[in-house]
């Protein structure tokens, strides 16, 4: 089976959402969806979400499921809002526990917040599968970058998040907590065990120094063959060596704050206060 994918690259955060299509029927699902967001002025704009919902919309689709990769450091998840407009069902991966309890506690978010994953409709575990129409979808537990992490396997195609980028820029980062890369090593050999023309789709570009274009759909023979972090058959110590050495270099993501507050939330604002505005916490030193 080979899905009809569509990819909206968001410069800003440089994340691509995927709108993925069954096609043999009307039958789609959304891959890490981006509500814009201004941190200087907390403001929050739908003009992304908005174009794929126009698309959709466009080609006749109908969405049965908004799908999460990870929750997200890098930008705040439009899943509920797009919900609200086209339908479909919200998932991730049932780490996700972890990672509530996790920044529950660096947020200090007190009991009232859930941290059983049920703000989220559906949560997956490693070898689950779900269907978008007929096609049927494999859920591969991908853990290193956060504890949370999946790829979806979708036919002949392969939705990793941030577990890998394009050859030419490598590997995801594994200094959050609860990250590793130990674990990321042994999670890219999952998905590198996938057949070699398997399309791979990223879940973010960074257009690696000597690029022009932004690019996001490799395969994964390219990636074993050429990934530079972890192409050629390059060694687990070698990799651990080298990212935690990259990682200790790297300052923390533009809108790690508002990001994981809302994410860990399913896309959610946290509750409004008295006042009836919605507030994202700074903690001091605390990340």
Known sequence: MKPEVYGFFDEATFTITYVVRD??????????SVLDFDYASGRTDTRSADAVIAFIKEKGFEVEWLLESHVHADHLSAAPYIQEKLGGKI???????????????????????QRDGSQFDQLFKDSDSLHIGQMRVDV?????????????VVGDAAFVGDTLFMPDFGTARCDFPGGSAETLYASIQKILALPDDTRIFV???????????????TSVGEQKAFNIHVGAGKPAEDFVSMRTARDSTLAMPRLIIPSLQVNMRAGQM??????????????????
Do not use: M
Request: proline share 10%.
């Open 23 to 32: 096609p043999n029927s009307n039958k789609c699902a959304v891959v890490d």
């Open 91 to 113: 998932g991730i991966g049932e780490n996700i526990k972890i990672v509530q309890d996790t920044f529950g506690k660096v947020f200090n978010e007190g009991t009232e917040f």
């Open 203 to 217: 879940g973010h570009d960074y257009k690696a120094p000597g690029r022009d274009e932004f690019a996001w759909e």
């Open 140 to 152: 591969l537990h991908t853990p290193g970058h956060t504890p949370a992490c999946l790829t979806y």
């Open 270 to 287: 946290p509750p409004p206060e008295d006042n009836g505005v919605s507030y994202l916490k700074v903690p001091v030193n605390g990340i």
